[in-house]
């Protein structure tokens, strides 16, 4: 069982910056962050594997969300830039053992998830 602990979500004004972080009790092959709006599916937002060097960025965030993983600490943290109020969500971090390829891209890669932190952007 992977134990996942995010932190650093809150309130921002459009525009702002914020700082997600997930601490994760050892390391996976597949990690990433998800959020999920009132009302809509959970969606991905970035994903994770080879321990950092493959990213792969949903379109909304792209050129304003920034991710690092520290695989010595089993961190990964994401910076958010440029805000807008329509990423207002719950952002959780997931985990998931890697089966190669295009594994990590997909929701069905990750079992493990974390409580989530709210992230709030007003206009």
């Known amino acids: 069982q992977v134990h996942l602990v995010e932190s650093g979500g809150g309130s921002v004004q459009a525009g702002g910056s914020l700082r997600l972080s997930c601490a994760a009790s050892?390391?996976?092959?597949?990690m990433g962050w998800f959020r999920q709006a009132p009302g809509k599916e959970r969606e991905g937002v970035v994903t994770?594997?080879?321990?950092?060097?493959?990213?792969d960025y949903a379109d909304f965030v792209k050129g304003r969300f920034g991710i690092s993983q520290d695989n010595a600490k089993n961190t990964l943290t994401l910076q958010m830039n440029s805000l807008k109020p329509e990423d207002t969500a719950m952002y959780y971090c997931?985990?998931?053992?890697?089966?190669?390829?295009?594994?990590?891209?997909?929701?069905?890669?990750?079992?493990?998830w974390g409580q989530g932190t709210q992230v709030t952007v007003s206009s």
């Open positions: 997931a985990a998931g053992p890697d089966y190669g390829g295009s594994w990590c891209r997909q929701k069905r890669a990750y079992n493990y």
């Open positions: 994770v594997a080879d321990g950092g060097r493959s990213t």
């Open positions: 050892e390391y996976t092959g597949c």
